[in-house]
């Protein structure tokens, strides 16, 4: 079907939905937007999905997220006890996430499969580990990692905390184009409670998480020494590390901690940078310009999903110097 024809099906198919047709109306008058939005399916591979959000089939919204899922709780489906496993689901601090979230875990529930939803934001190590901890069949995390703010996206992951094998991909992108958006319901969260199929989780977990964390410091003894005299800035970049991360810096003996105020709490705009990805030194800003002023001696940095690490160090002549991952 041409990107015309399926703006005008999008039209018609969800009506009922003021907010996609609003996005829709408003590109009605450009052809060249309609057809990037039109002229192709957002792809799923072992990374899951990741898109610019907004309305269309080339666009990360609840209805794509929805058919995907979908197509993921048929393939669980056919798996031994996949249903009762179950599948942990986290989200970041991107616009949507939470309501994305939300979304893949009631289509799941409808599909008969046991869903364990965090209440709020969360790292993606700590939605692996759930996987692992409560022995799930899959997992999800609604982010677009350190992407531009227009983004978002779908990580699915496998019973062992990594990411889908490509069988498992397989399995869900063969049964995607016989997915259709209207089968892609989600149950009613209440429903969904009362029966048992949705649990929300959060602090139970994330209290054997830091243990596990804490148990492969390599010298604990010396981060307890040395954490009353170190000193940390730390910079979450308006993501979902800000709680967990200073939660260990604290439990493991790291006595002075200091968070750049201006993205400590969550915020899907990330207005103080130009792309949250603290490899990048634009990203460092106000962390470097916090780590001087304050003589700090380490600036730690995380991107939204609280998977990716930079960090700085403090040179000889009082210098911040921005080390890679090699490093």
């Known amino acids: 079907m041409?990107?015309?024809?399926?703006?005008?099906?999008?039209?018609?198919?969800?009506?009922?939905?003021?907010?996609?047709?609003?996005?829709?109306?408003?590109?009605?008058?450009?052809?060249?937007?309609?057809?990037?939005?039109?002229?192709?399916?957002?792809e799923f591979g072992t990374a899951g999905m990741r898109g610019v959000l907004g309305a269309g089939t080339n666009r990360l919204n609840i209805y794509n997220v929805r058919r995907v899922t979908r197509a993921l709780a048929k393939y669980?489906?056919?798996?031994?006890?996949?249903?009762?496993?179950?599948?942990?689901?986290?989200?970041?601090?991107?616009?949507?996430?939470?309501?994305?979230?939300k979304q893949a875990a009631l289509v799941l529930c409808n599909a008969g499969i046991k869903v364990y939803l965090f209440?709020?934001?969360r790292p993606v190590p700590v939605l692996s580990f759930t996987i692992r901890y409560l022995k799930c069949i899959a997992g999800i995390v609604i982010t677009a990692s350190h992407n531009p703010k227009q983004y978002n996206g779908y990580k699915a992951y496998w019973t062992d905390g990594g990411q889908m094998p490509p069988e498992s991909v397989k399995g869900i992108t063969?049964?995607?184009?016989?997915?259709?958006y209207e089968e892609a319901v989600p149950m009613d969260e209440q429903e969904a409670l009362?029966?048992?199929?949705?649990?929300?989780?959060?602090?139970?977990?994330?209290?054997?998480?830091?243990?596990?964390v804490k148990k492969l410091s390599v010298n604990p003894e010396l981060a307890r020494e040395m954490g009353k005299t170190l000193k940390i800035v730390y910079t979450p970049?308006?993501?979902?590390g800000n709680i967990p991360v200073r939660r260990i810096f604290k439990e493991i003996?790291?006595?002075?901690?200091?968070?750049?105020?201006?993205q400590e709490l969550p915020d899907g705009d990330f207005?103080?940078?130009?792309?949250?990805?603290?490899?990048?030194?634009?990203?460092?800003?106000?962390?470097l310009k916090m780590q001087k002023e304050l003589g700090a001696d380490l600036c730690v940095g995380t991107d939204p999903d609280c998977d990716r690490v930079g960090i700085a160090c403090m040179t000889a002549d009082g210098t911040p110097r921005l080390l890679n991952g090699n490093q």
């Open 271 to 287: 207005p103080t940078v130009r792309v949250p990805n603290p490899e990048e030194p634009d990203a460092f800003r106000l962390a």
């Open 2 to 42: 041409e990107p015309m024809e399926l703006y005008r099906q999008w039209l018609t198919e969800f009506a009922a939905d003021p907010d996609t047709v609003a996005d829709l109306k408003a590109i009605e008058n450009d052809p060249a937007e309609i057809n990037d939005r039109f002229y192709r399916e957002l």
């Open 237 to 240: 970049l308006h993501g979902s």
């Open 174 to 180: 063969d049964r995607i184009p016989g997915t259709t």
């Open 76 to 101: 669980i489906l056919t798996t031994e006890n996949g249903k009762d496993m179950g599948v942990a689901i986290g989200y970041d601090s991107r616009h949507m996430s939470d309501v994305f979230a």
């Open 194 to 212: 009362d029966k048992g199929l949705l649990t929300m989780i959060g602090k139970d977990v994330d209290d054997v998480y830091i243990e596990a």
């Open 253 to 262: 003996g790291m006595q002075n901690v200091y968070v750049v105020p201006e």
């Open 119 to 121: 209440e709020s934001l």
